[in-house]
């Protein structure tokens, strides 16, 4: 990509910009990373369980939700890999993924909660 002319010379080098620009597939993961939290109920849980395991009754009574759309949320987090499982006989419990995505957007969460919400 760095040898693609542009139209315009606006003075600046753009050589180190293009060489380093991510492809479209890379911006398709994280635009479908942020889709995944385009739901308030849906970060509120995830963020839940980066700080917690819990099973999906307790959860659903933590953010007063019924049990069915605790479970949506749920496992569109597990297929983005945000979260993950694990099953105690007939108890599955659910915890954030200990992995650098998922530590990167509860961090994230954190700052533009404090951001967005200064408490006084």
């Known amino acids: ?24 597939d890379e911006f398709q993961t994280v635009s479908d990373i942020f889709k995944q939290l ?3 109920s849906r970060i509120r849980i ?4 980066c700080h917690c395991e819990e099973c999906v009754i307790n959860l659903s009574s933590m953010v007063e ?9 749920l496992r569109q987090l ?3 890999g945000l979260i993950v499982s694990r ?18 957007l509860h961090h ?3 700052k533009l909660v404090e951001i967005a919400c200064p408490s006084e």
């Not at 939700?65 to 949320?73: G, N, Q, T």
């Not at 099953?87 to 200990?98: N, T």
Request: net charge negative.
């Open 46 to 49: 995830f963020w839940l369980l």
């Open 87 to 104: 099953r105690e006989g007939k108890e599955v419990y659910y915890r954030a993924a200990d992995t650098e995505r998922a530590q990167l």
């Open 1 to 24: 990509m760095s040898n693609l002319p542009l139209p315009h010379d606006h003075g600046q080098p753009m050589e180190h910009i293009l060489e380093r620009v991510p492809s479209t």
């Open 38 to 40: 385009g739901d308030g």
């Open 108 to 110: 994230m969460i954190e």
């Open 65 to 73: 939700m019924s049990s069915p759309a605790v479970s949506h949320h």
């Open 78 to 80: 597990k297929a983005g």
